[in-house]
């Protein structure tokens, strides 16, 4: 046989064989894979395995080791474009099969599913804050990418809701060859441990004056009614068990402060709001239906709390403004409240905003293809990412859209004109 029949025998035998080989036999061949399983895929989707993948602890420093984060991975087609969804905090609703990125079906797209470091399961053994970075988050993103492009070679998109939008914007800032388009949603950009940016959008810019007015009014009818809702408060916490790191009456003060943001981040409307000449109950009731005084327990917040510690270390948060309740509120200073109340000394950083701001010069500069989605009434949307004057950079934001905004609740002519913008840029 001439050696050039021998070629092609061979090539052709090794095409057959890669056409031939499963998905699930494709991820275990891929360096770094530590286990592989199968998992119900949503209908969308002909399969889908939960992976884990091998990650340093510290990208500059190998010699710190590894811990396996969990990926998850939906297979639509080969031929088919990736969206790649940078979760936040933990990642156990992948595993249900409903879960399914809004994007997937819109540009007929696989979908991989990473969940953040230091959440979940995606955790070392022993965990050493220092290690919590945005710059080791990407590096963990950037190593997945790389994985799975040696199996999906089609354009890739990276998409994730809050805090997962906020590390889709990291990701592609910091390796901005990795995707070809961003859809980070109500994705805040903060440059300080406590915004003052929320506070008085909630106080100056939200919705209608009237309505800040009806909210506002029911946060001070809490406040001169404290002494006869605090034995409700305190039956409550003792009833659910929830211990705090100040004493409950400041928690009290806490969550009136915080119900505001809540109300208005999940798209409530004033019409819930129950009239001022209410009972005691039916105020104390609404009241912690909005802001429960959950969020601040310890207990309930474990599974979030690494969160605190990137917030007070890079990616900042919002602040409490006590001033418009001079007059009726107990606890005058909440500054310094995330120290205080979420974290722990040894999860204290000192602040540095540079990977904020390295991000917001990016977007402003040579970032292309990003689509950002925000809420109209969001508290976020106080400190959405913007592109300036950079046409690579589209922001919609929806009227009257909350931390809930997604390309499928916009009115329809914002919707198509999203669906169009992202499809013609994946051509």
């Known amino acids: 046989m001439r050696r050039s029949a021998l070629l ?29 399983e199968k998992m119900e895929q949503n209908p969308f989707f002909s399969e889908a ?9 510290d990208h500059q420093h190998p010699e710190k080791g590894y811990f396996p984060q969990r990926v998850f991975v939906s297979h639509l087609s080969y031929d088919s474009p990736v969206v790649f969804v940078t979760e936040g905090y933990g990642g156990a609703y992948a595993l249900g099969k409903r879960y399914l990125d809004e994007l997937c079906p819109i540009l007929k797209a696989n979908q991989i599913f990473v969940e953040h470091r230091f959440f979940g399961k995606s955790v070392p053994d022993s965990l050493h804050w220092a290690d919590l970075t945005v710059e080791n988050a990407a590096a963990d993103q950037h190593h997945v990418v790389g994985l799975f ?42 440059f300080s441990v406590e915004e003052s940016r929320h506070p008085h959008f909630i106080e100056k810019k939200v919705a209608t004056r009237s309505e800040r007015k009806m909210v506002k009014a029911f946060q001070m009818e809490v406040l001169k009614r404290k002494d006869r809702l605090m034995p409700m408060f305190e039956q409550l916490c003792k009833e659910k068990k929830f211990h705090f790191k100040a004493p409950e009456r400041e928690i009290f003060d806490y969550s009136v402060l915080e119900f505001s943001f809540s109300f208005w981040q999940w798209g409530h409307s004033v019409k819930e709001i ?11 009731d609404f009241f912690q239906k909005i802001s429960s005084c959950s969020y601040f327990d310890i207990e309930s917040g474990k599974a979030t709390a690494p969160f605190f510690v990137q917030a007070h270390r890079q990616l900042g948060y919002y602040a409490y403004d006590t001033r418009p309740f001079r ?10 409240y995330i120290e205080k109340l979420f974290l722990e000394k040894d999860q204290i950083f000192p602040y540095d905003p540079e990977m904020s701001k390295e991000t917001d010069r990016y977007l402003k500069g040579k970032a292309t293809k990003v689509l950002l989605i925000y809420g109209g009434i969001d508290p976020w949307s106080a400190s959405a990412a913007t592109g300036g004057k950079n046409p690579g950079v589209v922001k ?30 994946m051509k």
């Open 149 to 190: 492009k040696k199996i999906y070679s089609q354009k890739w998109v990276n998409t994730g809701i809050s805090k997962g939008g906020e590390t889709a914007l990291y990701h592609r800032m910091l390796y901005p060859n990795d995707v070809e388009v961003s859809v980070p949603y109500v994705a805040p950009l903060n």
């Open 49 to 57: 395995y939960m992976v884990n993948v091998r990650q340093l602890v």
């Open 396 to 425: 919609i934001y929806q009227p009257g859209g909350s931390h809930r905004s997604r390309i499928s609740n916009m009115p329809e002519p914002m919707k198509q004109k999203a669906i169009d913008l992202l499809q013609g840029w």
């Open 8 to 36: 092609s025998l061979f090539l052709f035998i090794s095409f057959v064989s890669l056409v031939a080989q499963s998905l699930q036999d494709r991820i275990k061949a891929l360096p770094d894979i530590v286990s592989v």
């Open 327 to 336: 007059k009726v509120i107990e606890t005058r200073d909440m500054s310094g």
């Open 274 to 284: 129950p009239s001022l000449t209410s009972t005691d109950k039916d105020i104390f």
